[in-house]
């Protein structure tokens, strides 16, 4: 526990060290802010500005964490630290979760904080009937995008175009993922892919907390993000084995 | 070497340059593709806030703000890159001035974004259920020109000051974000601050010619605006890479600090 909470606090100082994530937290939630409330701002009622204040919250913590908490394997092994992070006598799990750990809640502290300025700038009023069941959804939020993070750092670690995929798997996401874009809007089959993705149960549970709380979509949100982990840690395994027997990471 | 030669080997270097980073399938796949669907996440935006009218408004608008991700984001990697390989002061010591030098560079990637621009409008007026708005669209390309040209001045403004620096992500990140909200792209901007700052930006009087020469309007006064604002950033970005350059001699920082 001690080695996790350490790699959480590393990981913390070395985002604050990189203006990159204010890209991903204060710019992007500031751009998809403005661009889903002032067009309607004098007729954007209180529900309606909690679903677009948590799904710019989920769709901005997602480019974030692809950049940020998804981007730390690759990073370490662009600084050459990869070797020394995942050979110490923690094991490599453990520094990995620790690390997504840290960047995940800065990711989500800086959108939040973006968020609660822009709302409060532009005169915006939420509704949230269940504050409590409210904050419990942003710490599953927690946990559920450690899980995400996790899967994707360690699959696209597996690929010499790590860099090109992240910028794929960005935008489709934001489109499928029920966040920003209603699934009501989408097609039929485009909501049914999106549905395998843990932000759209998310964004359903945080916006029931405007009336009446749906457990059912945190459960399913936490479903889909145990098999997120399981997913990671394999790939982790595979990426050790790559790097640790076969010496071959260098190449992937 | 001539002017002109020097110039011929930037536009080569850039050419050179997309093809290593960007092979065909990856371009396609990396760059292309997640163009094309965050123009389509805008053109829902635009539906979600305007309905269907708010959805032609925010397809007519994606096709130009299609320009932003290759020539104000993608462009600010040529000084960047020249930078961390230590290249920059050899270019500087060339007899053609550097930020010429970088917007021969950056014509492979303001050919790219317009393919990416015809790309997005075939795409978008298909998936949106658009499809009499293609032809209108992609028969007026050519009016983007203007577009792009400013907004390759502004990525490379932009990135000048914070080359060789820790801020280099934010400022294209942050440049991009804010034509985006201000450009009239996705939502008819009515706050007149935002206006203001929106008709200093690329993007702004190319949305607004483009989407008048769709109604039959007279839209040669906003193209021309256009230009106009590309000549300011072409001027500021010859001073700001002239000073870039005083201070990078003068105190081995910034674009020299490689």
Known sequence: MHALFA????????????????????????????????????????????AVFTGVLLAS????????????????????????????????????????????????????????????????????????????????????????????GALLILSRYAFQLTTALGTPVMLLGGTIIPHDVLPPWAAAIGNVINLAWLQRFMVSTATTPDWSALLIALGLSAAYAAVGIVAVRVMLRWARKEGTLELA | MSWHEILRANARLGWAMLRADWPPLVWLVGALLPEVVRMLVFVAIGSITGGSEGARYALIGCVVLSVAGTCVSAVTDIPAIDVALGTYRTIAAAGVPVFVQYVARALALAA???????????????????????????????????????????????????????????????????????????????????????????LTHAIRALRESLTGEPWMGEWMLEFAVATGWCIIGAFVYRAQTARGRRTGRGAYAA
């Open chain 1, 61 to 152: 913590f997602w480019g974030a964490s692809l950049w940020s908490g998804a981007g730390i394997l690759r990073r370490e092994r662009d600084m050459g630290t990869l070797a020394p992070s995942v050979t110490g006598r923690p094991s490599a799990l453990t520094m990995l979760l620790g690390k997504t750990l840290g960047g995940v809640v800065f990711d989500i502290g800086l959108i939040v904080v973006t968020n609660v300025l822009f709302v409060l700038a532009a005169g915006i009023r939420l509704r949230i009937a269940h504050p409590f069941v409210f904050m419990l959804g942003v710490i599953v939020v927690v946990v559920c995008g450690v899980a995400s993070s996790l899967m994707i």
């Open chain 2, 112 to 202: 790219a974004a317009l393919v990416v621009s015809v790309c997005v409008a075939i795409t978008l007026g298909l998936v949106t259920g658009q499809p009499a708005m293609i032809w209108p669209l992609v028969s007026r390309v050519w009016m983007l020109l203007p577009a792009v040209a400013a907004a390759t001045m502004l990525g490379l403004v932009v990135i000048a000051p914070a080359i060789g620096s820790n801020w280099e992500g934010i400022t294209y990140n942050a440049a991009t974000a804010l034509v985006t909200v201000v450009s009239g792209a996705v939502f008819a901007v009515t706050v007149p601050t935002l206006q203001a700052v929106g008709d200093v930006l690329p």
């Open chain 1, 7 to 50: 790699s959480a606090r590393n990981q913390v100082a070395i985002v604050l060290t990189r203006a990159t994530n204010l890209a991903t937290g204060v710019v992007v939630p500031l751009m998809l802010m403005s661009l889903l409330t002032l067009p309607r701002l004098h007729h954007l009622d209180p529900t309606t500005a909690t």
